[in-house]
């Protein structure tokens, strides 16, 4: 079982507050990595990392940031949710090296944001 | 442009029985195929992992099979079990960028009832 943990699963908010979605991984994976769901649609990448100091957009757009002080924790910020923010948020890793096996992609359990 | 597509959207079958789901691709240039399995909020698991020279792959009652030619895969669960009532995720990886950038489908969301 993979050791990415997210935190918290369910947050439910009101319009304009400022949250942070913790995701840690304790397999020393490089790349993290988040994505967003909504109900029967497919995961959309929103944003990824190939290790500290390294931050990237995905293909979806998102007004959300990210860090990557240390290489096991990539906190997720909405500076002011909004109702349109409200979805399923999935965090992965993977392993950086070429030879890692076929870039297997370990998620954690999600945490599940509604905004009022 | 690189898409997954999953048949069918959502399927019930009773305990005991088999089904096949079912998964097309047309991501370019080809690294592997997976299914995952991912229980109603929870994030994926991955089942089965295959590569271009891979047409089929065993995980207890799970097999997947692989067509690279055709570009579809199949999934089919043997005996099911309540259990196994979750959404099944076709997820491909292309070899074209150092990201290992995965393009995934919308899901088949299995119910399985007694």
């Known amino acids: 079982e993979a050791d990415i943990y997210q935190t918290p699963r369910y947050l439910v908010i009101g319009t304009g507050k400022k949250i942070t979605l913790e995701c840690s991984q304790t397999?020393?994976?490089?790349?993290m990595y988040w994505y967003q769901q909504d109900p029967g649609m497919e995961l959309h990448l929103i944003h990824y990392?190939?290790?500290?100091?390294?931050?990237e957009k995905g293909d979806l757009s998102s007004e959300s940031t990210v860090s990557r002080i240390r290489t096991e924790h990539f906190p997720l910020t909405l500076e002011s949710a909004r109702p349109s923010h409200t979805s399923q948020y999935l965090c992965a890793s993977s392993e950086s090296s070429s030879g890692s096996y076929l870039n297997e992609q370990f998620f954690g359990p999600g945490t599940r944001l509604t905004v009022l | 442009k690189n898409q997954v597509e999953q048949s069918p959207q959502s399927l019930i079958i009773l305990e005991g029985k088999n089904c096949t789901l079912q998964c097309n691709y047309t991501v370019s240039p080809f690294s592997n195929l997976r299914w995952y399995k991912q229980d109603t909020g929870r994030g994926p698991v991955s089942l089965t992992i295959?590569?271009?020279?891979?047409n089929t792959k065993s995980n207890g009652r799970y097999t997947a099979t692989l067509d690279a030619d055709t570009k579809q895969s199949s999934l089919h669960i043997t005996a099911s079990q309540l259990s196994d009532s979750a959404s099944y995720i076709c997820?491909?990886?292309?070899?074209?960028?150092?990201?290992?950038?995965?393009?995934f489908g919308r899901g088949t969301q299995l119910t399985v009832w007694p």
């Open positions: 295959m590569t271009f020279s891979e």
């Open positions: 397999m020393g994976h490089d790349k």
């Open positions: 990392s190939y290790g500290v100091n390294s931050t």
């Open positions: 997820v491909v990886s292309d070899r074209g960028s150092t990201l290992g950038r995965l393009y």
